[in-house]
């Protein structure tokens, strides 16, 4: 099914790229293959200069390495006595701070005396409120009291007049029945002379 071995990477592959493509041999450092395959024959002098360089190599990076760790020792200790100094200060100051007399003030009491200075707050804001509605009802009271007023002296006014008024009809009617009598008692006394003037006529 499968044909020959990769020559480069020894597997064996159909129709896929080679893994090896892009790799370093470790036995010639040349690119291309695997060291596996490689067929490549490298002298004893090579092979000596190439392990002092992997030597110097190793070392170099062990060194760096020492060096970082040196350095981030370094800096750790300086973190650390720039920590017991800011930590001596704090002390300082928080022994200073606790001779003062606002020193047994908590944050709960502040937090509380902050909240109850807000609800003070808002209850003003209320109080203010309502006060300006309250005038402003006080004097539609006041208004309509004036207008209440207004309209009692004039039904007064009107009273006084419907009882003149009537007073004065009173009058009139009287005065009219009297005229009505008058007129009734000339015409009886002119009946009583026509009687009078016709009863002489006949003895006569």
């Not at 990769?6 to 592959?13: D, R, S, T």
């Not at 190793?58 to 040196?70: C, D, F, G, P, R």
């Not at 300006?132 to 006080?138: C, F, M, P, T, V």
């Not at 309509?144 to 002296?153: A, I, P, S, Y």
Request: proline fraction near 2%.
């Amino acid at each position: 099914m499968y044909g020959r071995p990769c020559g480069q990477c020894g597997i064996f592959q159909l129709w896929k790229p080679c893994p090896a493509q892009f790799s370093e041999c470790f036995k010639c450092g040349h690119m291309g293959h695997f060291s596996r395959m490689c067929f490549t024959r490298i002298s004893r002098r090579n092979v000596t200069i190439s392990a002092i360089q992997r030597d110097s190599t190793t070392a170099t990076s062990i060194s760096v390495k020492t060096e970082k760790v040196l350095q981030k020792a370094k800096k750790s200790k300086k973190k650390a006595t720039r920590d017991r100094e800011r930590k001596f200060e704090f002390d300082s100051r928080r022994k200073l701070m606790s001779v003062l007399p606002f020193s047994k003030i908590n944050n709960e009491s502040l937090c509380i005396e902050t909240v109850l200075k807000e609800e003070q707050a808002k209850l003003e804001e209320e109080i203010d409120e309502l006060q300006q509605i309250l005038e402003i009802e006080r004097k539609c009271y006041s208004d309509k009291e004036q207008k209440v007023k207004d309209l009692t002296k004039l039904i007064a006014g009107k009273d006084d007049r419907i009882q003149y008024l009537l007073k004065e009809n009173a009058e009139l009617r009287t005065e009219l029945e009297q005229c009505r009598c008058v007129p009734e008692i000339a015409t009886v006394s002119n009946r009583r002379h026509n009687a009078y003037g016709q009863s002489q006529r006949q003895k006569s």
